[in-house]
Structure formats: structure tokens, C-alpha cells
């Protein structure tokens, strides 16, 4: 049932023009299909096999004689002619009952599609991969108002829509909705003067919450014109919202579906943190336009080829609208929360995988945010200029291809002239690279020793070098920059670089802008950390020493009993004070590293982690910071008050960032007071739900939890917040215990995805509660999963990997995670997505 790269081949034929009608009906919904297939001159073979699961076949009929196809495995096979025909066929599927959320299904009344990666093969017979791309026309039949599918539409009638999509597209990129819906819409106008209707459509109690995501489309639509030189190519861009949806989005041409958590923002149900998600994934879904749609991906091994991209712009776009420091704070954090956990476990792939058994397990924080960081790397190791030359031949070579990361690569070769033979290991090589760092300085000059190295990882136990490129800049000791940053290439297993002419010993500013994603291995003291977090020009290299102190402070705690370390706690004091510091980034500072990084730090020195003693000191440490800068941040919290109307533009949610962090922290030396003065006061959800996550963390908020149900029972987005907050802020003996009272709640709709995850995932992410040593955690975990996966297998093996971190911990936590483990891989039936992943967690 594995999937190898190496297996590829050329579909057998082609598809010129597909005809779909839809009879909508909710549990026999009829599909009727017309393709014209083509032989492929540049396929060895002629074996016509079409893609099909869960259909009913009614009926078939080749070039319009009727035929008995042969019913096998995942599809159907037929005796085909070696030219051109017209296959003909009518399926029958059930919307209603598709749990899975793939395909066709119904969410609330409403049908829609999803159908990356092989949904489409849900909805009727056909090539469902990537490489067949073909014109779609589609007819939909119903009484409900609204009928939606790709490209335009080209005719309304009662109880009917007619859609024609002219851009070849792969079926993934198929969509379908109908519904009582709204449309909050607009216009754009393209820089070559075409005029765009837009519109986002949803239920019409919603229609109050879409004017940000529109306002983020339009930016996005302007930015990729003017920095990538991209233009919209149909009349017509829709968005619609959807309450049951397995992932954030999906870029289906011309109709992107989102999760309605991922549109609808309005100022008293969206944190300003949702807002800044909005405004990402609806840049990051136009983007798709150019980077996936009209250039897209051969096989889905080659995922980050429109992933790792267009998240890589995503990232740029987001920086270029609020802050680029900021921005970079937060993917790196991300990066190591979630990608160097996953490139340092069982579950560890290449951004490029060799094989899979279930595509949908391949849709990770490797393929997307690693996959982003190689982009990155290259466009900084080829320079601007030779990054937009690279894109342009890359467009302009693949338009209406469907290519791979050799393709991508060859483009950036031909247009810089640089070899990127040893480069393209990023794209094969799994794991996290480790740089260590000597330094020597005599005579004037300066010199840096690095060397890198991998830790195997499942599969792939000899690593070699690849090119990492590391930025450095040097500081005098009086703080001045004597060398700014320039960009060291590290290619070889070790190398050194020399810096001359140095009156003294300078203070090194290593991996600026997180320049690469690799773990900087570099001893530095604790007066130069403070030294850099005080003086260094770059502002992620500051937040770094800043975080540099906090986990050598944390882990000295955690492993040898220490006491807060109050040097690191006055130079947090002093940085947070500098009022020349955004507030965004100050914020920040201020927030330490997440227990799961700590547990991975501890593992690497040899130790197993208990995660109840890491939850106990960094517990610590925040009370002592608030205890030793209580003056400060108070002073913070009084001096960053945002006033007027409510704005969610950077400037604004940057002061609430510094305000709430400063809040949450003095809630624990101070009690609850300013905490409820804020709740009362507030008239956002993001200073509403940080007083009210502040107070929960002391025990408190009991009330305000209570207030909170009857003001926002009607709002399931918000109820998500107020089930996950729970779960967040419970003490870790008592974790298991919430997430499952929280579980016999009547709002709790286990079949709502980000119902669901509000629950377990805030009990996956509350790293002491989860591992709490009885094993509670770990249970009701499982038996929600094992509950959740006859239904949807996608939601159901993403969320098995909470278990992934296991043998990192000691025996008694071990014995009890496998033994989940088992019970779930042992279970009858179990999904291929969630025994693909079981069984990558226990392997070896
Ligand atoms: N292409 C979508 C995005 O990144 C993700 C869709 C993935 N869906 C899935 N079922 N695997 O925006
Ligand atoms: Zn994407």
C-alpha cells in the first residue's frame, strides 16, 4: 500500500475537456461526467485506469456505447482505445454521510467539496492526480440559492448554474458549494486593467465578520502585482466559509474554501491574533494562484513545491503589512516548536518525501515551514535580484505544467548561474542540521570555526553536508557594529572564515534573521548573551540572546535545582524598558520558551525530561520575573494602553501584545484584580480573553468563565476559544480531568473539527497536563481518537501525533504511551491514515 517516487509514470491518457452535471440531493446525490481522453504520446503504456472510491456506478458508456467497466481496488479499469474517446459515466455518492470531510459532504445544511489531495476521486470516476490537467465544465442541479463552482459563470436558470473554468487545472483543484449563503462583496482591478468581482460568501448571521478577510484579499491581490508581478486571470474570485473543514483553506481555482475560522474576524469574537491569521491565509490561498494552481505540483511527493512557496510568501507578504522582525520571531518559534519536534522523532520526512502510504499525513510543519525556510535560503544565497530573475523563468518556463523540485531548482540554475546540485540536499535530507561554533581571535583577526552535522533519522542514517547559509555580523565591545551582517556558506562538514583588521576581540552575532533552519550548538557566557540581547543590531539575534538566557536559566533550574537567575531577569527588565523597542517585539521577549522546546533541550543533554518539574520552573521563573520587574510592568501595562476604537493593524495589537503579556505576568504576584477590571472594561475578544486567561491560570474566573458561555454561546468560534482556554490554563493534575468534563458539555460537537481540537488539541499542547504521570492525559486521548477515526480519518491521525514526542520520556511514561499506542493500532478497522502514523511512532 506505500507510494514510491521512484514508481512514478506518465498517466496513460490525457484529459482535454471534462463535463460535469451535479443532481444535489443529500444522501443520493447524482454525478454525471463526460471526459474526453486523449492518448498520452509520452506514456510507455496504455492501461486506462480511473481513480474511484465510495461511488456507486449507475452507469458507464465509451465514445456513447454503453460498457461494464471493471470494478478493482480504488477505481475502475476498461478496455480503451488507443485514441482518442469520450468516457461517459453516471455515479451515485451520499454527501450526508460523509464524515470524512473529503470530497463532497454537507457542513450545516450546505454542500461543499474538498478534495486536495485525492478527494475528487470521492466524487466520481476519473485520473485523480496531479499531472491530468484539463478545462472543467460543471452544471449543478438544485433549489438551494446559491450555486458555486470554478472559473465563471456562464448561466443561471431556475434551480440550475452552469460554471466554465478555461485554465486546465488538476481535479484536486476542483470545488463545488451550494447553500443559503450571503455574499459580502467587492472589486478589484488588476494592474493590466481587468475588473475582478469578489466575494465572501457566507451564512447570513456571518455576514457581519468578512469585511477584514476582504480588505486581506485585496492587499494580497495589489502585493503579489507588485512584488511578484502576478495578475488574477478570471473575472470572478470567490471565498466561502465553512464551519466543518479538516485543515485552515484550500485554493481551489477561482473558489477558495475556508475553514470559517480562518475568515471571519469582527473585533468582539477575533483576537488580534486570529486577525493576523486571516489576513495570512487568505494571502496565502490567492497566492496559490500562480504558485500551485497555474503552476503545479507533477505528484504529490512534490507538495512543497507549491507549499513551501507559497507559505514562503505568505511570510514575506505578512512582514511586508506588519513587521519583518516580528514576523521572523514567530516562524522560527514555530519552526521549533512543531518542526524541529517533528524532524527530531519517529515521524522526521524529507520536505520531499520518498513514499507514503496516506498523502493527507504529508500535509506537516516540514512540508510547509521547512520547505518555506529552503526557500528563504535561496532566494538569500542568490540574492534578490537573482530570486525575482529565478521566479519570472519559473513562471514563464511551467505556466500550465504540472513540475517538480528538479524543475523549481533548474530554474533558479539557469537564471543565476549557480549550481545547486549540493543545495537540493535540503529537499532529500530529513532532520534538524546542528552547527557548532568555535571561536579564535589573535593577531587582529577573527576567526569562526563551524561545523555541522545531523542526527539520523528513521530511514536515513548517514547524513551528508549541506549548504547552510549563515549570516554573521560583529560587534565591538562598547556595542558598536564593526562588521555588519554578511552571509557565510557553510558547505562543508567543517570550515572556517576569518575576519582581519580587528583593533579588538569582537562579540559574534551568529545565524542573524535565523538565516537557516538549523540549532546553533555556540557556548556563549552569560554576560555575552546579555551583552547581545542589550546591544546587537539585529533585532531576531537580540530576541535570541533574550531566549538564549531564558533556557540556560530554565534548564539550570530544571537539572541542578538553581534558583532563578536574576542577572537574566534584570536584563529582561532593561530590554523590555527600551522604549525605541516595538511593542510587538517586546511582547515577545517577554514570553519564555514553551515547556515541549524545554523537554526537547533536556532530552538532548542525555536526560530524560519530566515535564511536571519543567511546568514547576518555568512557573517559577514567570513569578520571579513579575515579582523582580513588577514596577516595570505595571509601568508597561499603564504606558501601552491602546485608546479609541478598536484597530487590528500592528501598531495597536502590538501595544495589546506588550499590555497582556505584562497583565499575565502580574496576575500571578498581584491576584486577579487588574485582570477583572480589564474584562469588564473590554471591548475586544483580545483583551476579553487574555483577562480572562490570565485569571484562570490563578485559579480564578469562575465567573467571568461563566459570563463569557452566556455572552458567546451563540458564536461557535468563540466557544472554541472558551472550551481550549479551559484546557490551556488548567493545572496539570487536573487537565484530564477538564478536557473531559469539557467533553460532556452539550456545545461540545465532536464532529466539528475545531470543536474537537479545541479540546484535545489544547490538551496535546498543555505539555504537563497531557503527561501528567497517572497516564489520564494519554487515555482520553486515545479513546477519542479511536471514537473519532471511523468517522474522519484525516483529523483523527493528525492529532496522533501529540503521542510523537514518547521516547523522549522515562520508562513509566513510555510503558504507558505505547501501550495507547497499541490499543489504537490494534483497533479493528482502523482508518490508513491513523495506522500509517501509529505505526511510524512505534517503529524501531
Ligand atoms: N492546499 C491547502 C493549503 O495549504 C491545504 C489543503 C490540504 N488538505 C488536505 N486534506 N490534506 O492551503
Ligand atoms: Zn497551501
Known sequence: RTVFLRDYTPPAYLVEEVRLTFRLAPHA?????????????????????????????????????????????????????????????????????????????????????QCEAEGFRKITFYPDRPDVMAPFHVRIESDLPVLLSNGNEVARGEGFAEWYDPWPKPSYLFALVAGDLVAHADSFTTQSGREVALNVWVREADIDKCAFAMEALKKSMKWDEEVYGREYDLDLFNIVAVDDFNMGAMENKGLNIFNSSAVL???????????????????????????????????????????????????????????????????????????????????????????????????????????????????????????????????????????????WLKAFEDATGRDLSQFARWYHQAGTPRVHVAEDYADGTYTLTLRQETPP????????????????????????????????????????????????????SILRGFSAPVILRHEQSHETRAFLLAHDTDPFNKWEAGRDLARTGLLAMILDGAGPDAGYVDALGQAVSDEALDPAFRARLLALPGEDELAQAIFETGTAPDP???????????????????????????THQVTGPYSPEAKDAGRRALTN?????????????????????????????????????????????????????????????????????????????????????????????????????????????????????????ADWLLKLDPLNPQTTARMTQAFSTWKRYDEDRKRLIRAELERIAGAQGLSRDTSEMVGRMLAD
Open 457 to 508: 533519522t528513521p530511514g536515513q542514517d548517514d547524513k551528508a553536508p549541506v549548504v547552510i547559509p549563515v549570516a554573521v555580523g560583529l560587534l565591538n565591545p562598547n556595542g558598536d557594529e564593526v562588521v555588519a551582517t554578511r552571509v557565510l556558506e557553510l558547505s562543508e562538514a567543517e570550515q572556517s572564515f576569518a575576519f582581519e583588521g580587528l583593533s579588538t576581540r569582537p562579540v559574534a
Open 612 to 638: 511536571t518539574a519543567i511546568h514547576a520552573a518555568r512557573e517559577a521563573l514567570r513569578r520571579a520575573i513579575a515579582e523582580r520587574l513588577g514596577d516595570t510592568l505595571s509601568r508597561l501595562y499603564e
Open 661 to 781: 503579556a505584562a497583565l499575565s505576568l502580574l496576575t500571578l504576584t498581584q491576584g486577579g484584580d487588574r485582570a477583572r477590571a480589564q474584562y469588564r472594561a473590554a471591548d475586544n475578544m483580545t483583551q476579553q480573553i487574555a483577562a480572562l486567561g490570565a485569571l484562570l491560570v490563578i485559579g480564578e474566573g469562575e465567573a467571568e468563565l461563566k459570563a463569557f458561555e452566556e455572552q458567546w454561546h451563540h458564536e461557535r468560534l468563540v466557544m472554541n476559544k472558551w472550551f481550549g482556554l479551559q484546557v490551556a490554563a488548567a493545572r496539570p493534575e487536573e487537565t484530564a480531568a477538564t478536557a473531559e468534563a469539557l467533553s460532556r458539555h452539550p456545545a461540545f460537537d465532536w464532529k466539528n473539527p475545531n470543536r474537537f481540537r479545541a479540546v484535545f488539541g489544547a490538551l496535546a499542547g498543555n505539555a504537563a497536563g497531557f503527561h501528567d504521570p497517572s497516564g489520564a492525559g494519554y487515555r482520553l486521548l
Open 29 to 113: 446525490t447524482r454525478v454525471l461526467s463526460e471526459i474526453q481522453f486523449r492518448p498520452n504520446p509520452d506514456a510507455a503504456d496504455r492501461d486506462f485506469f480511473l481513480h474511484g472510491e465510495q461511488l456507486k456506478l449507475i452507469s458507464a458508456h465509451v465514445d456513447g456505447a454503453p460498457v461494464t467497466p471493471e470494478l478493482v481496488e480504488g477505481g475502475l479499469r476498461l478496455d480503451a482505445p488507443d485514441a482518442a474517446f469520450t468516457f461517459e459515466a453516471e455515479v451515485e455518492i451520499d454527501p450526508e454521510n460523509n464524515t470524512a470531510l473529503e470530497g463532497l459532504y454537507r457542513s450545516n445544511g450546505m454542500y461543499c467539496t
Open 265 to 407: 474576524a469582527s473585533p468582539e469574537t477575533a483576537t488580534d491574533a486570529d486577525f493576523e491569521r486571516i489576513e495570512a491565509i487568505i494571502a496565502h490561498e490567492y497566492f496559490h494562484n500562480w504558485t500551485g494552481n497555474r503552476v503545479t505540483c507533477r505528484d504529490w511527493f512534490q507538495l512543497c513545491l507549491k507549499e513551501g512557496l507559497t507559505v514562503f510568501r505568505d511570510q514575506q507578504f505578512t512582514g511586508d503589512m506588519r513587521s519583518h522582525p516580528v514576523k521572523r520571531i514567530d516562524d522560527a518559534m514555530l519552526l521549533r516548536s512543531a518542526q524541529f519536534r517533528e524532524d527530531n522523532g519517529p515521524l522526521a520526512h524529507p520536505v520531499r518525501p520518498e513514499s507514503f502510504v496516506e498523502i493527507n499525513n504529508f500535509y506537516t510543519v516540514t512540508v510547509y515551514e521547512k520547505g518555506a525556510e529552503i526557500v528563504g535560503m535561496l532566494k538569500r544565497l542568490v540574492g534578490d535580484e537573482g530570486y525575482r530573475k529565478a521566479l519570472d523563468l519559473y513562471f514563464e518556463r511551467h505556466d500550465g505544467q504540472a513540475v517538480t523540485i528538479e524543475d
